[in-house]
């Protein structure tokens, strides 16, 4: 059975740091692309990151890059999003998802991916 269980969220301050951690079970997450996902209160849910199953690839969203950096941990099946410089905006509900096929050109689409976290909150706030 897959399952993906977030952890480390919080409440931080503008400009500090968080690192979310991603456990995966009943699949071995190097096989596959894992991605992370936020929402926002009234907001839809948006692609943050994502690392391939290929080659480890990584990708970002415009918003993040610079600032957050995925990483997997393959002897722990585990993969980690550390998010540096945060902003406000950046408070939300951080999701990791996995996908049978994900499509390269597609993503960070929410709708190429079929395993989903219960999600984590993460808030930035003074």
């Known amino acids: 059975q897959v399952q993906l269980v977030e952890s480390g969220g919080g409440l931080v301050q503008p400009g500090g740091s968080l690192r979310l951690s991603c456990a995966a079970s009943g699949f071995t997450l190097d096989y596959y692309t894992i991605g992370w996902f936020r929402q926002a209160p009234g907001k839809e849910r948006e692609g943050v990151s994502c690392?391939?199953?290929?080659?480890?690839?990584?990708y970002y969203a415009d918003s993040v890059k610079g600032r957050f950096t995925i990483s997997r941990d393959n002897a722990k099946n585990t993969v980690y999003l550390q998010m540096n410089s945060l902003k406000s905006e950046d408070t939300a509900v951080y999701s990791c998802?996995?996908?049978?096929?994900?499509?390269?050109?597609?993503?960070?689409?929410?709708?190429?991916?079929?395993?989903w976290g219960q999600g984590t909150q993460v808030t930035v706030s003074s």
């Open positions: 690392i391939s199953s290929s080659d480890g690839s990584t």
């Open positions: 998802a996995t996908g049978l096929r994900v499509g390269v050109s597609n993503i960070l689409k929410p709708y190429e991916y079929d395993y």
